[in-house]
């Protein structure tokens, strides 16, 4: 690990907003899809968001559709979660990953490349 950074976690209460980013400077590949999952302790890792290589394209999670949003600047090397609205039920690490090619799939074992992840703590 290391080809990707996160930042951007923290502390928020209920209904706060935060932006996750990931730096994606050392990622060997040039052409990726971008995702963020994220575990609660003592939960499996889940899928969050995703979005395809060229930017077009994104899904999100059904728990979070409406206050999620997943982004990408590929001229900068970066991919972002913004989170709105948050509940105390979206507290986990958040993990960024990457997978060469132009499949954007939802399993964390697809992936291939990870950040070491952010903790987002949202408290009532």
């Known amino acids: 690990q290391g080809e990707l950074v996160e930042s951007g976690g923290g502390l928020v209460q209920t209904g706060g907003s935060l932006r996750l980013s990931c730096a994606a400077f050392?990622?060997?590949?040039?052409?990726?899809?971008a995702a963020w999952f994220r575990q609660a302790s003592g939960q499996e890792r889940e899928f969050v968001a995703v979005?395809?290589?060229?930017?077009?394209?994104?899904n999100v999670a059904d728990s979070v559709k409406g206050r999620f949003t997943i982004s990408r600047d590929n001229s900068k090397k970066m991919f972002y979660l913004d989170m709105n609205s948050l509940k105390t039920e979206d507290t986990a690490v958040y993990y960024c990953?990457?997978?060469?090619?132009?499949?954007?799939?939802?399993?964390?074992?697809?992936?291939?490349?990870w950040g070491l992840g952010t903790q987002v703590t949202v408290s009532s």
């Open positions: 979005v395809d290589w060229s930017g077009d394209r994104t």
């Open positions: 050392e990622l060997p590949v040039s052409i990726y899809a």
């Open positions: 990953a990457a997978r060469a090619g132009r499949m954007s799939p939802h399993g964390p074992h697809e992936y291939d490349y």
